[in-house]
């Protein structure tokens, strides 16, 4: 299992706690886990320098507000699936739209997500609960 934290640049300051926010990459057997925290504004800005680097599941940034999770983060990431800690239904439009039909799951109606990666590097991504 490696473990990368790939924000902040320690020798910055940003604008707020959000855009300082800690941006840690999980990878086993070739998939890639990314954990966004609630990366917004200038942090997200002077992440998206770094060289993209496509994931397999995204925790989508700041609860999948429109702020954070914008086309260039879509693409940087191109992520097969987005996780959002939240839910509202304007969200839900924003975040299909932008991750262009990616399986977008709210915690708020599935409750936890468990991500498994398999020796084989096959993901499995399974809610808690089924959304009707």
């Known amino acids: 299992v490696g473990i990368s934290i790939l924000h902040p640049d320690p020798r910055r300051e940003f604008s707020s706690d959000n855009a300082a926010s800690l941006v840690v990459l999980l990878e086993y057997a070739g998939r890639r886990i990314l954990l966004t925290g609630d990366l917004e504004r200038d942090g997200l800005e002077?992440?998206?320098?770094?060289?993209?680097?496509?994931v397999d599941?995204?925790?989508?940034?700041?609860?999948?507000?429109?702020?954070?999770n914008t086309p260039d983060l879509?693409?940087?990431a191109?992520?097969?699936?987005?996780?959002a800690s939240g839910f509202?239904?304007?969200?839900?439009m924003h975040l299909d739209t932008v991750y262009g039909g990616v399986p977008v799951l709210?915690?708020?109606q599935v409750g936890a997500v468990r991500v498994a990666i398999r020796e084989?590097?096959?993901?499995a991504v399974r809610p808690y609960r089924e959304v009707k």
């Open 78 to 83: 191109s992520p097969d699936w987005v996780i």
């Open 120 to 123: 084989t590097g096959e993901v």
């Open 74 to 76: 879509a693409r940087w």
């Open 46 to 54: 002077a992440f998206l320098r770094q060289a993209p680097m496509p």
């Open 88 to 92: 509202d239904n304007d969200l839900r």
């Open 57 to 68: 599941v995204l925790l989508s940034p700041h609860h999948g507000s429109r702020r954070a």
């Open 106 to 108: 709210f915690t708020s």
